[in-house]
């Protein structure tokens, strides 16, 4: 293509050769795209002013079809895909049916409008401009949409989409066809749940007709039972999108939940005990169980019965949700000792609540420090939130690791308590005041070092550690630092009791 022999015009000839890059359709010399796709095919003093970024239009809609000349021209057409010619001074003639002159020519001395546009303008639209001894040409798609088929929801039952809440449930929504290809979206209830789903789309001829499938992967939740599941169609042709949906019905073994405590029971009262648990489908068997221990249940009642101290129901909330009740009459102590179990069974498994209920208030965090319990109402409360009240809890006993770790770290304070009070005990340092008392972290270990020779370098050390007086530390008086320490022991007996 190049026949450059020197150097110089050989690196204008690579520069050329890779702007001719961008503009494959063009016969002439290009100058590098401006602004976007709009760009200037220029021959001698002659260039093109054409925007080759794709059309999209309705059937019935009017199609611009825009391109400028700058410069002398001799004349311009427009060239279909499918070999339909229009002279640009033929339509300005109002030679053709449906073609005419834009109303403004300026940049745009070849534009045509077609109105309506229809199926047959589809395609490929070139406008060639003939200048003194060649031509310009300037080539863009376009696309006549056609509307799509209705979404379908590829399911076995109409109904209602079954699913399990512990396998991945593919699910599909497809349109037949469109042009151009359709967008698929997904929503659960009024969440966008598209992020789980991949759309493919298949041209079904070489029109740029499209089938779409979207393919939604996702594990249903039990809290997402009796939602709507929507496919939701969006395409130039649609004013709206064109929904398809279905309700979910996600079946699940009733739902395990943490034990539950329920406080401040005045003694000779009636108590309702309400317990909320989901399960789908609805429980086949459910039954309350009490007794001295959850591991020795000594009687039961089927719901709804009474046996005149305990009184059973049940209240179907609807979506798998339940509240089961016990009301227990005239409340003793001797009903606060037992403990409660709610069996609940259905087809996917048997779940047991278990329930304490108590006559006392809810316990109290004592660690001031961390008392964002308080603000929990003191009805009923639960492990989940944080507060473990029941020894047959798993979660209240500390792992080894856990007992480790703080053995480790109880270790390194004593050390660094013992040498602190070991290097004052020898005047190797001369001790500053410090502000921060430490007195509710080493209360305990105290306990165990209270032994020996580290009980006199730990004494020593406390009016540093648990100063509450800068003149207390600086002066090192002793009968300070004694009060001090017998506070501490004071602190001490408080927690032991
Ligand atoms: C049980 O669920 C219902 C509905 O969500 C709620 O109004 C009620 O407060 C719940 N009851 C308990 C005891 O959590």
């Known amino acids: 293509m190049c026949k450059c022999s020197f150097v110089v015009v050989r690196a204008a000839c690579l520069a050329l050769l890779a702007s001719t890059g961008f503009t494959k359709p063009q016969e002439y010399t290009v100058d590098d795209p401006t602004d976007g796709d709009v760009y200037r095919v220029q021959s001698a003093d002659v260039s093109l002013i054409f925007d080759k970024s794709e059309i999209v239009v309705n059937p019935d809609d009017q199609l611009n079809l825009e391109c400028g000349v700058r410069g002398k021209s001799r004349y ?151 939602q709507l599941l929507m496919c939701s169609v969006t395409h130039k042709t649609l004013y709206s999108p064109e929904n398809t949906s279905i309700p979910l019905n996600v079946v699940f073994k009733p739902v395990e939940k943490p034990i539950s405590t329920f406080y401040q029971i005045s003694p000779g009262s009636d108590y309702e005990v309400k317990l909320n648990f989901s399960a789908n489908p609805k429980p086949i068997n459910k039954e309350w169980r009490y007794g001295d221990s959850f591991e020795e249940m000594e009687g039961s009642l089927g719901i709804p019965d009474t046996d005149g101290h305990y009184t059973t129901d049940i209240e179907d909330l609807g979506n798998g949700l339940y509240t089961a009740k016990l009301l227990v009459s005239g409340f003793t102590e001797a009903d606060a000792n037992k403990r409660y179990l709610l069996v609940v069974e259905n087809q996917y498994g048997e779940t047991q609540y278990k329930v304490n209920l108590s006559i006392h208030d809810a316990p109290q965090d004592d660690d001031s420090e961390t008392s964002n319990h308080d603000k929990i109402p003191p009805t009923e409360l639960s492990v989940s939130e944080g507060i473990v009240f029941d020894d047959e809890t798993e979660s209240n006993t500390l792992s080894g690791g856990a007992v480790a770790g703080i053995v480790i770290v109880l270790l390194i304070v004593i050390a660094a308590v013992g040498a602190a009070g070991y290097a004052r005990y020898r005047q190797m340092f001369c001790f500053a005041s410090r502000a921060e008392s430490k007195a509710h972290i080493q209360d305990p270990e105290r306990n165990e070092t209270d032994n020996g020779t580290a009980n006199d370098a730990i004494k020593g050390s406390t009016d540093q550690v648990n100063g509450k007086t800068d003149s207390t530390v600086a002066n090192g008086n002793g009968n300070l630092e004694q009060t001090q320490v017998d506070e501490i022991t004071n602190e001490k007996k408080n927690t032991d009791v």
């Open 76 to 226: 311009c057409i427009w060239e279909s895909e499918n070999g339909q010619i229009l002279q640009v001074q033929d339509v300005y003639s109002n030679v053709y049916d449906g073609v005419s002159k834009p109303l403004n020519s300026e940049g745009n001395e070849c534009g045509i409008v077609i109105n309506p546009a229809n199926i047959e303008h589809h395609g490929m639209w070139t406008c060639k401009v003939f200048v003194v001894g060649k031509s310009l040409v300037g080539s863009k798609n376009v696309i006549v949409t056609i509307k799509p088929t209705s979404p379908i929801l590829e399911v076995d039952n109409q109904r209602s989409l079954d699913v399990t809440n512990e396998d991945e449930t593919p699910v599909k929504c497809s349109v037949a066809a469109a042009r151009p290809a359709v967008i698929i979206r997904w929503y659960l209830g009024d969440r966008d749940v598209t992020v789980s789903a991949e759309t493919e789309e298949t041209p079904t001829d070489k029109g740029g007709i499209y089938k779409s499938v979207s393919t939604l992967r996702r594990t249903f939740q039990p809290t997402e039972n009796g």
